[in-house]
């Protein structure tokens, strides 16, 4: 597994969660690494991601509430999850690629379920 995701569970509306994303050094210095989810019966999206240098994006439906960062001496992406909202409950995933447009294409993890109760 060359992307490895954690950090799931189930919390209850307003309160936090912060995932993981572990990778090789190789990887991870040299991509662009994000965050996707897919609810059930919904498509994939967005959520964040983070370039080499730092540069952050969001999906509007987070801005303000999840910050994504990275720890380049541990080689992992975090994404801290505050303020969770039922509308956010599904498997999160990570993702590495050369840029942000090709995350898609990109490497993918195994996914970390997210549950929020409201």
């Known amino acids: 597994v060359q992307l490895q995701a954690s950090g799931g569970g189930l919390v209850e509306a307003g309160e936090s969660l912060r995932l993981s994303c572990g990778t090789s050094?190789?990887?991870?210095?040299?991509?662009?690494m994000g965050w996707y989810r897919q609810a059930p019966g919904k498509q994939r999206e967005f959520v964040a991601a983070?370039?080499?240098?730092?540069?952050?994006n969001y999906a509007d439906s987070v801005m303000g509430r999840f910050t994504i960062s990275r720890d380049n001496a541990k080689n992992t992406m975090y994404l801290q999850m505050d303020n969770l909202e039922p509308e956010d409950t599904a498997v999160y995933y990570c993702?590495?690629?050369?840029?942000?447009?090709?995350?898609?294409?990109?490497?993918w993890g195994q996914g970390t379920l997210v549950t929020v109760s409201s």
């Open positions: 050094e190789t990887i991870f210095s040299n991509n662009a």
């Open positions: 993702t590495a690629a050369h840029s942000v447009a090709r995350l898609p294409q990109g490497l």
């Open positions: 983070i370039l080499p240098d730092g540069a952050t």
